[in-house]
Nanobody
Framework: QLQLVESGGGLVQPGGSLTLSCSAS????????IGWFRQAPGKKREGVAC????????YYGDFMQDRFTISRANTKTTVYLQMHNLRLEDTAVYYC???????????????WGKGILVTVSS
């Protein structure tokens, strides 16, 4: 299993921006599809975006792509989630996950990070 570490979370005001990072140490992520997921209090974990190992990007939920962007660093060890125009309802613990599958469905994620809290509040 990969050791994934999320960073970049914190407190942001509504309308603000954050960029989350998902990093793996000692291994490149070229052979993995990497997904970002989130879990709000009292809710199930849901998919946010997926950077497929073959290069495609998938966003979950019609509203995500307008405000969220997933990308990979040239170093091939980090995947980013840029979040803009954040809303109160974006408050959640954000997780990254890795899989050797092409898709990033929650049941097929092999390795999870521990998650990082994003709080949108005025």
């Amino acid at each position: 299993q990969l050791q994934l570490v999320e960073s970049g979370g914190g407190l942001v005001q509504p309308g603000g921006s954050l960029t989350l990072s998902c990093s793996a140490s000692g291994v490149t992520l070229e052979d993995y599809s990497i997904g970002w997921f989130r879990q709000a209090p009292g809710k199930k974990r849901e998919g946010v975006a997926c950077s497929q190992r073959e290069g495609e990007k998938t966003y979950y939920g019609d509203f995500m792509q307008d405000r969220f962007t997933i990308s990979r660093a040239n170093t091939k060890t980090t995947v980013y989630l840029q979040m803009h125009n954040l809303r109160l309802e974006d408050t959640a613990v954000y997780y990254c996950g890795a899989t050797k599958h092409v898709e990033c469905g929650i049941p097929i994620i092999d390795s999870w990070g521990k998650g990082i809290l994003v709080t949108v509040s005025s």
